[in-house]
């Protein structure tokens, strides 16, 4: 971040940070949080994780109403630019994150499990995810253009484990037609957390923008194979 004549203006630039880097961390232990509750069947975490959910719009409103403060009295150019546009479009996708994340929570709760639920590959996937926002996180806070590359590279791989457990889960459900509703939830679940993962790789392509000043126009390696099941 450079330095400004006007103390004030590098105060609320990095103000922006600490805002939109403190809703990467709610987000981050949100989404872990749901993969905890489905992999301990904790309902109290589940819970929790619902409970918590409108503090990232609360957070996401605050990012916004500075950023506009921002734009319209400061005028920024070049890196001070990007960076505001960049925290607006990051907190963006990190409230999507958690709505993400409070609907894995919510279709816990709507689970009927008794043992047999192939739960191991919808963990893995979450997990996986998890550290893909983390990375994320972690590439805007450091300016780490590689760091954001290998989440971005990521993509493909979060694609080729999706389709993994979505073809296991429709398995599970062609064996045992008493198992619809509750594979049916769990494929919802799958979902969720793929489409947190492709936010995180959305945070990494704005990191990238941030740190090298040019949007991301390469298309993404992508490995979802669900649409030809």
Known sequence: ???????????????????????????CE?????????????????????????D??????????????LLALRQPVAIDL??????????????RICDYAADLAERFFALR???????????HLGRFAVAMVEDAMAAY????????QEVWGHDKVLDEMYSACF?????????????TSTGTQMLMMA??????GDRATNIAEMVRYLVGGTLVVEERPKADTTKTL
């Open 1 to 27: 971040m450079t330095n400004h004549i006007v103390k004030s203006f590098d105060e609320q630039l990095h103000r922006l940070r600490q805002l939109v880097e403190g809703m990467g961390k709610l987000t």
């Open 30 to 54: 949100q989404l872990k949080a749901a993969v905890d509750a489905v992999e301990g069947s904790d309902r109290a975490i589940a819970r929790c994780v619902v409970e918590r959910e409108p």
């Open 56 to 69: 990232a719009d609360r957070m996401q409103h605050e990012v916004d109403r500075l950023s506009i403060r």
């Open 82 to 95: 990007r960076e505001v546009l960049s925290a607006q479009r990051i907190a963006n996708e990190l409230e």
């Open 113 to 123: 499990t008794n043992g047999d639920e192939p739960l191991k590959c919808l963990i």
């Open 141 to 148: 806070s450091n300016h780490d253009n590689h760091l954001a």
């Open 167 to 179: 073809g296991e889960l429709l398995a599970y459900m062609i064996e045992n037609s008493q198992r």
């Open 191 to 196: 979902r969720a957390i793929e489409r947190a």
